[in-house]
Protein backbone atom coordinates (compact mmCIF):
# COMPACT_ATOMS: atom_id res chain seq x y z
CA UNK A 1 0.00 0.00 0.00
CA UNK A 2 1.10 3.70 -0.99
CA UNK A 3 1.24 6.43 1.94
CA UNK A 4 2.02 9.90 2.20
CA UNK A 5 2.69 11.14 5.57
CA UNK A 6 2.64 14.80 7.22
CA UNK A 7 5.74 15.79 6.40
CA UNK A 8 5.27 14.93 2.65
CA UNK A 9 7.04 11.54 2.07
CA UNK A 10 5.28 8.82 -0.37
CA UNK A 11 6.07 5.27 0.91
CA UNK A 12 5.11 1.96 -0.25
CA UNK A 13 4.76 -0.30 2.88
CA UNK A 14 3.29 -4.31 2.83
CA UNK A 15 0.61 -4.62 5.65
CA UNK A 16 0.71 -8.15 7.18
CA UNK A 17 -1.59 -9.15 9.41
CA UNK A 18 0.72 -11.87 11.04
CA UNK A 19 3.28 -8.61 12.13
CA UNK A 20 0.05 -6.84 13.77
CA UNK A 21 -0.18 -6.48 17.19
CA UNK A 22 -3.12 -3.95 17.23
CA UNK A 23 -6.10 -2.63 15.29
CA UNK A 24 -8.13 0.46 16.30
CA UNK A 25 -9.07 -1.20 20.17
CA UNK A 26 -8.10 -4.73 19.80
CA UNK A 27 -4.71 -5.34 21.26
CA UNK A 28 -3.15 -8.65 21.03
CA UNK A 29 -2.96 -10.02 24.71
CA UNK A 30 -5.55 -7.36 26.31
CA UNK A 31 -8.62 -6.96 26.80
CA UNK A 32 -10.93 -5.43 24.24
CA UNK A 33 -12.03 -2.75 27.19
CA UNK A 34 -12.88 -2.67 31.06
CA UNK A 35 -16.23 -3.14 30.06
CA UNK A 36 -15.34 -6.33 27.83
CA UNK A 37 -13.30 -9.58 29.26
CA UNK A 38 -12.68 -10.97 25.80
CA UNK A 39 -8.88 -11.18 25.41
CA UNK A 40 -7.43 -10.59 21.70
CA UNK A 41 -5.42 -13.53 20.21
CA UNK A 42 -4.55 -12.46 16.97
CA UNK A 43 -5.72 -11.56 13.98
CA UNK A 44 -6.92 -13.58 10.59
CA UNK A 45 -6.70 -12.20 6.82
CA UNK A 46 -9.70 -13.83 5.07
CA UNK A 47 -9.76 -13.18 1.35
CA UNK A 48 -12.82 -12.16 0.25
CA UNK A 49 -12.42 -11.64 -3.74
CA UNK A 50 -10.33 -12.18 -6.65
CA UNK A 51 -8.49 -8.65 -6.12
CA UNK A 52 -7.33 -9.25 -3.26
CA UNK A 53 -9.46 -7.72 -0.62
CA UNK A 54 -10.64 -8.96 2.34
CA UNK A 55 -11.98 -8.77 6.24
CA UNK A 56 -9.44 -9.63 9.03
CA UNK A 57 -10.80 -11.10 11.27
CA UNK A 58 -9.97 -11.06 15.23
CA UNK A 59 -9.39 -14.54 17.16
CA UNK A 60 -9.85 -14.21 21.02
CA UNK A 61 -8.56 -16.74 23.45
CA UNK A 62 -11.21 -19.59 25.75
CA UNK A 63 -12.45 -17.57 28.28
CA UNK A 64 -11.47 -18.82 32.08
CA UNK A 65 -13.59 -21.55 31.39
CA UNK A 66 -11.95 -22.95 28.45
CA UNK A 67 -14.43 -22.56 26.48
CA UNK A 68 -13.85 -20.70 22.84
CA UNK A 69 -15.46 -17.30 22.15
CA UNK A 70 -16.61 -16.44 18.38
CA UNK A 71 -14.02 -14.37 16.59
CA UNK A 72 -15.37 -10.84 14.73
CA UNK A 73 -14.52 -8.81 12.17
CA UNK A 74 -11.92 -6.36 13.13
CA UNK A 75 -13.88 -3.77 11.08
CA UNK A 76 -17.79 -4.66 11.76
CA UNK A 77 -20.43 -5.65 9.73
CA UNK A 78 -22.21 -3.09 6.72
CA UNK A 79 -25.89 -2.36 6.16
CA UNK A 80 -25.90 -5.83 4.28
CA UNK A 81 -24.73 -7.83 6.77
CA UNK A 82 -20.99 -8.18 5.48
CA UNK A 83 -17.86 -8.17 6.53
CA UNK A 84 -16.28 -4.63 6.28
CA UNK A 85 -13.55 -5.39 3.99
CA UNK A 86 -9.76 -3.88 3.96
CA UNK A 87 -10.26 -1.41 1.41
CA UNK A 88 -13.41 0.01 2.72
CA UNK A 89 -11.46 1.48 5.46
CA UNK A 90 -8.15 2.25 4.01
CA UNK A 91 -9.39 3.56 0.42
CA UNK A 92 -7.49 5.68 -1.58
CA UNK A 93 -7.13 9.32 -0.03
CA UNK A 94 -8.28 7.73 3.59
CA UNK A 95 -6.63 8.78 6.48
CA UNK A 96 -5.05 5.85 8.75
CA UNK A 97 -2.78 6.11 12.15
CA UNK A 98 0.02 3.74 11.29
CA UNK A 99 2.15 2.21 13.94
CA UNK A 100 5.49 1.01 13.33
CA UNK A 101 8.32 -0.60 15.09
CA UNK A 102 12.00 -0.19 15.50
CA UNK A 103 12.90 -1.53 11.68
CA UNK A 104 10.28 0.25 10.20
CA UNK A 105 7.67 -2.20 10.08
CA UNK A 106 3.88 -1.73 10.66
CA UNK A 107 2.87 -3.35 13.61
CA UNK A 108 -0.29 -1.68 14.23
CA UNK A 109 -3.07 1.13 12.75
CA UNK A 110 -6.10 2.94 13.77
CA UNK A 111 -9.03 4.07 11.25
CA UNK A 112 -11.07 7.68 12.06
CA UNK A 113 -14.42 8.09 12.38
CA UNK A 114 -15.11 11.01 9.59
CA UNK A 115 -17.84 12.97 7.76
CA UNK A 116 -18.55 14.70 4.88
CA UNK A 117 -18.55 18.18 4.38
CA UNK A 118 -21.94 19.45 3.71
CA UNK A 119 -24.15 22.81 2.55
CA UNK A 120 -22.11 26.33 2.35
CA UNK A 121 -18.45 26.86 1.53
CA UNK A 122 -16.06 27.05 4.53
CA UNK A 123 -13.51 29.77 5.03
CA UNK A 124 -9.71 28.53 5.51
CA UNK A 125 -9.15 28.99 9.09
CA UNK A 126 -12.66 28.63 10.79
CA UNK A 127 -12.85 27.82 14.06
CA UNK A 128 -15.56 24.87 13.00
CA UNK A 129 -15.95 22.63 9.90
CA UNK A 130 -19.51 20.59 9.57
CA UNK A 131 -19.52 20.89 13.87
CA UNK A 132 -16.34 19.70 14.71
CA UNK A 133 -14.02 22.06 16.22
CA UNK A 134 -10.73 22.83 14.27
CA UNK A 135 -7.57 24.82 15.21
CA UNK A 136 -4.88 26.50 13.18
CA UNK A 137 -2.32 23.51 13.37
CA UNK A 138 -4.78 20.77 11.92
CA UNK A 139 -3.03 18.98 9.06
CA UNK A 140 -4.83 19.51 5.66
CA UNK A 141 -4.12 16.91 2.68
CA UNK A 142 -4.99 18.45 -1.09
CA UNK A 143 -4.97 15.75 -3.27
CA UNK A 144 -5.87 15.49 -7.27
CA UNK A 145 -8.08 12.61 -8.22
CA UNK A 146 -7.16 13.53 -12.01
CA UNK A 147 -3.56 12.61 -11.43
CA UNK A 148 -4.15 10.93 -8.75
CA UNK A 149 -1.55 12.79 -6.62
CA UNK A 150 -1.21 14.18 -3.28
CA UNK A 151 -0.53 17.86 -3.95
CA UNK A 152 0.04 19.34 -0.65
CA UNK A 153 -0.08 19.37 3.07
CA UNK A 154 -0.98 21.93 4.72
CA UNK A 155 -1.94 23.27 8.42
CA UNK A 156 -5.44 24.59 8.50
CA UNK A 157 -4.47 28.58 9.76
CA UNK A 158 -1.15 28.57 7.05
CA UNK A 159 -3.07 27.89 3.42
CA UNK A 160 -2.00 30.44 0.94
CA UNK A 161 -3.26 28.57 -2.27
CA UNK A 162 -6.92 28.63 -1.50
CA UNK A 163 -9.15 30.21 1.38
CA UNK A 164 -12.09 28.21 1.08
CA UNK A 165 -13.32 24.59 1.05
CA UNK A 166 -16.73 23.15 -0.86
CA UNK A 167 -19.05 20.21 0.29
CA UNK A 168 -17.38 16.93 -0.34
CA UNK A 169 -14.56 17.68 2.18
CA UNK A 170 -13.28 14.78 4.62
CA UNK A 171 -13.19 15.61 8.22
CA UNK A 172 -11.61 13.30 10.41
CA UNK A 173 -12.95 12.90 14.07
CA UNK A 174 -10.36 13.10 16.70
CA UNK A 175 -10.12 9.63 18.79
CA UNK A 176 -8.51 12.09 21.82
CA UNK A 177 -11.41 14.12 22.13
CA UNK A 178 -14.69 14.27 20.86
CA UNK A 179 -15.94 17.07 18.87
CA UNK A 180 -12.39 18.13 17.41
CA UNK A 181 -11.50 17.46 13.90
CA UNK A 182 -7.51 15.70 13.61
CA UNK A 183 -7.11 15.76 10.06
CA UNK A 184 -9.04 17.54 6.84
CA UNK A 185 -9.00 15.69 3.26
CA UNK A 186 -10.04 17.95 0.27
CA UNK A 187 -9.33 17.28 -3.75
CA UNK A 188 -8.67 20.31 -6.01
CA UNK A 189 -11.90 20.48 -7.04
CA UNK A 190 -13.18 21.36 -3.93
CA UNK A 191 -11.24 24.28 -3.42
CA UNK A 192 -11.37 27.83 -4.93
CA UNK A 193 -7.79 27.33 -6.61
CA UNK A 194 -8.12 28.64 -10.18
CA UNK A 195 -7.27 26.15 -13.03
CA UNK A 196 -4.84 28.02 -14.83
CA UNK A 197 -3.15 26.13 -17.97
CA UNK A 198 0.92 26.02 -18.09
CA UNK A 199 3.49 24.23 -20.51
CA UNK A 200 4.77 20.97 -19.76
CA UNK A 201 7.75 19.15 -22.45
CA UNK A 202 7.18 15.62 -22.81
CA UNK A 203 8.04 13.13 -25.18
CA UNK A 204 5.00 10.86 -26.86
CA UNK A 205 4.78 7.24 -25.29
CA UNK A 206 1.22 6.40 -26.16
CA UNK A 207 -2.43 7.82 -26.56
CA UNK A 208 -5.81 6.50 -26.22
CA UNK A 209 -8.71 7.53 -28.46
CA UNK A 210 -12.32 7.74 -27.25
CA UNK A 211 -14.87 5.04 -28.92
CA UNK A 212 -14.96 7.03 -32.27
CA UNK A 213 -11.69 7.38 -32.60
CA UNK A 214 -12.12 10.98 -33.53
CA UNK A 215 -10.63 12.56 -29.86
CA UNK A 216 -7.68 11.55 -27.82
CA UNK A 217 -8.71 11.01 -24.36
CA UNK A 218 -5.96 10.33 -22.42
CA UNK A 219 -1.60 10.65 -23.09
CA UNK A 220 1.10 8.94 -21.69
CA UNK A 221 4.86 10.59 -21.88
CA UNK A 222 7.98 10.62 -20.59
CA UNK A 223 8.14 13.95 -19.04
CA UNK A 224 11.55 14.59 -16.61
CA UNK A 225 13.22 11.25 -17.01
CA UNK A 226 9.62 9.10 -15.91
CA UNK A 227 6.69 8.25 -17.55
CA UNK A 228 3.12 10.59 -16.52
CA UNK A 229 -0.42 9.53 -17.60
CA UNK A 230 -2.61 12.22 -18.20
CA UNK A 231 -6.29 12.36 -18.64
CA UNK A 232 -7.32 15.06 -21.77
CA UNK A 233 -10.26 17.24 -21.50
CA UNK A 234 -12.73 16.40 -24.00
CA UNK A 235 -14.86 18.70 -26.02
CA UNK A 236 -13.79 22.21 -27.13
CA UNK A 237 -10.87 24.10 -27.08
CA UNK A 238 -11.29 28.23 -26.17
CA UNK A 239 -8.01 28.99 -24.23
CA UNK A 240 -5.61 31.12 -26.80
CA UNK A 241 -2.55 29.18 -28.01
CA UNK A 242 -3.84 25.91 -27.49
CA UNK A 243 -4.81 23.39 -30.08
CA UNK A 244 -6.31 19.81 -30.16
CA UNK A 245 -3.84 16.57 -29.65
CA UNK A 246 -3.87 14.93 -33.10
CA UNK A 247 -5.14 11.04 -32.87
CA UNK A 248 -2.11 10.38 -35.56
CA UNK A 249 0.21 11.77 -33.01
CA UNK A 250 3.76 10.01 -33.42
CA UNK A 251 5.63 8.24 -30.92
CA UNK A 252 8.51 9.82 -29.55
CA UNK A 253 6.76 13.31 -30.73
CA UNK A 254 8.30 16.15 -28.32
CA UNK A 255 5.31 18.32 -27.23
CA UNK A 256 4.32 20.92 -25.24
CA UNK A 257 1.54 20.34 -22.68
CA UNK A 258 -1.14 22.74 -22.01
CA UNK A 259 -2.19 21.41 -18.32
CA UNK A 260 -4.56 23.01 -15.99
CA UNK A 261 -3.90 23.07 -12.55
CA UNK A 262 -6.56 20.38 -12.09
CA UNK A 263 -3.52 17.84 -13.83
CA UNK A 264 -6.01 17.50 -17.09
CA UNK A 265 -4.26 18.09 -20.69
CA UNK A 266 -6.27 20.78 -22.15
CA UNK A 267 -4.39 20.59 -25.82
CA UNK A 268 -0.71 21.32 -27.18
CA UNK A 269 1.12 24.42 -27.31
CA UNK A 270 2.29 25.61 -30.33
CA UNK A 271 6.68 25.91 -29.60
CA UNK A 272 6.50 29.67 -31.23
CA UNK A 273 4.37 30.44 -28.75
CA UNK A 274 6.73 29.84 -25.28
CA UNK A 275 10.04 30.75 -27.81
CA UNK A 276 10.72 26.73 -28.14
CA UNK A 277 11.62 25.20 -31.28
CA UNK A 278 12.43 21.83 -32.73
CA UNK A 279 14.96 20.72 -35.38
CA UNK A 280 15.54 17.64 -36.75
CA UNK A 281 18.24 15.58 -38.80
CA UNK A 282 20.44 12.87 -38.56
CA UNK A 283 23.34 13.22 -36.04
CA UNK A 284 26.49 13.43 -38.06
CA UNK A 285 29.31 13.78 -35.11
CA UNK A 286 29.14 13.87 -31.42
CA UNK A 287 31.69 13.73 -28.63
CA UNK A 288 31.02 12.95 -24.41
CA UNK A 289 33.36 15.82 -23.96
CA UNK A 290 30.73 18.39 -23.04
CA UNK A 291 28.04 16.43 -24.07
CA UNK A 292 28.70 18.18 -28.15
CA UNK A 293 26.92 17.25 -31.61
CA UNK A 294 26.09 18.23 -34.96
CA UNK A 295 23.26 17.24 -37.64
CA UNK A 296 22.92 17.45 -41.25
CA UNK A 297 21.23 20.81 -42.54
CA UNK A 298 22.68 22.72 -39.49
CA UNK A 299 25.67 24.22 -38.87
CA UNK A 300 25.57 25.10 -35.12
CA UNK A 301 27.59 22.91 -32.91
CA UNK A 302 24.95 22.08 -30.49
CA UNK A 303 25.47 21.18 -26.30
CA UNK A 304 23.07 19.28 -24.28
CA UNK A 305 22.19 21.51 -21.39
CA UNK A 306 23.38 20.38 -18.04
CA UNK A 307 19.82 18.98 -16.86
CA UNK A 308 19.01 17.58 -20.43
CA UNK A 309 18.78 14.27 -21.50
CA UNK A 310 18.84 12.06 -24.02
CA UNK A 311 15.64 9.77 -24.95
CA UNK A 312 15.42 6.67 -27.13
CA UNK A 313 12.13 5.81 -28.98
CA UNK A 314 13.62 3.56 -31.62
CA UNK A 315 11.76 0.64 -29.68
CA UNK A 316 8.48 0.14 -30.90
CA UNK A 317 7.11 -2.57 -28.62
CA UNK A 318 8.21 -0.52 -25.63
CA UNK A 319 8.44 3.36 -23.87
CA UNK A 320 10.80 5.78 -24.95
CA UNK A 321 13.76 5.51 -22.17
CA UNK A 322 16.43 8.02 -21.04
CA UNK A 323 19.43 6.86 -22.34
CA UNK A 324 23.33 8.25 -21.77
CA UNK A 325 24.73 10.69 -24.11
CA UNK A 326 27.28 8.34 -25.10
CA UNK A 327 24.63 6.46 -27.82
CA UNK A 328 24.91 9.42 -30.03
CA UNK A 329 28.95 8.48 -30.13
CA UNK A 330 28.93 5.42 -30.19
CA UNK A 331 26.07 4.56 -32.64
CA UNK A 332 27.35 7.00 -35.34
CA UNK A 333 27.46 4.74 -37.62
CA UNK A 334 23.77 4.33 -37.40
CA UNK A 335 22.54 7.56 -38.77
CA UNK A 336 20.87 8.44 -36.29
CA UNK A 337 17.79 10.73 -36.52
CA UNK A 338 17.08 13.29 -33.77
CA UNK A 339 14.91 15.57 -32.80
CA UNK A 340 16.20 18.36 -30.77
CA UNK A 341 14.21 20.60 -28.50
CA UNK A 342 15.87 24.19 -28.30
CA UNK A 343 15.34 27.41 -26.20
CA UNK A 344 14.60 29.29 -29.07
CA UNK A 345 15.08 29.10 -33.07
CA UNK A 346 18.97 30.48 -32.73
CA UNK A 347 20.07 28.54 -29.60
CA UNK A 348 22.10 25.89 -29.57
CA UNK A 349 21.82 24.18 -26.48
CA UNK A 350 19.44 21.47 -25.88
CA UNK A 351 17.13 20.58 -23.81
CA UNK A 352 15.87 17.06 -25.13
CA UNK A 353 17.13 15.02 -27.73
CA UNK A 354 15.16 12.46 -28.75
CA UNK A 355 16.52 9.47 -30.76
CA UNK A 356 13.42 8.92 -33.53
CA UNK A 357 15.51 6.31 -36.09
CA UNK A 358 18.16 5.02 -37.15
CA UNK A 359 19.68 3.10 -40.27
CA UNK A 360 19.40 -0.35 -38.42
CA UNK A 361 15.80 -0.05 -37.74
CA UNK A 362 13.08 -0.06 -40.06
CA UNK A 363 9.78 1.55 -40.17
CA UNK A 364 7.02 -0.64 -39.57
CA UNK A 365 3.38 0.41 -40.75
CA UNK A 366 1.71 4.03 -38.74
CA UNK A 367 -0.20 2.02 -36.63
CA UNK A 368 2.49 0.25 -34.96
CA UNK A 369 4.56 3.25 -34.94
CA UNK A 370 1.98 5.45 -33.43
CA UNK A 371 0.92 3.45 -30.60
CA UNK A 372 -2.47 4.42 -30.32
CA UNK A 373 -5.73 2.19 -29.79
CA UNK A 374 -9.39 3.41 -30.77
CA UNK A 375 -10.26 1.18 -27.42
CA UNK A 376 -12.97 2.98 -25.23
CA UNK A 377 -10.62 4.88 -22.39
CA UNK A 378 -10.92 2.58 -19.03
CA UNK A 379 -11.38 5.33 -16.04
CA UNK A 380 -8.93 4.07 -13.34
Known amino acids: MEFTNLQGNTSIESLSVESLTHINDFVVGQRVSSEDSRVVDGFVFNNVGADGDGAITVEFRDDSNGNPVPAVNAFGLNEDGEAVTIKEVLDQYDITELNVDSDGDI ?23 QGQRTYSNTPVYLYNANNDKVEGIYTWGEIEDFDEISAGATIYHSQ ?33 LNAAGTEVRQIRVLENGSLETYRVRSGAITEDNVTRISTEIDKGTIVNLAIDNNGVVIGEFGFGDVDQAVVSGTVTDATNNNRTFNITGDLRDFQLEGNGY ?49 ADVEDDDDEEVHSITSQTLVQH
Do not use: K, M
Open 176 to 208: QQEGVADYIVVERNQTNITAEEEGTFAVVDRVW
Open 107 to 129: VGFDTLDHTTLTGDNVEVGSNYV
Open 310 to 358: VIDARDEDNSPSVVNFSTLVNELENDLVVDVLLGNEEARFADIVVIRDS
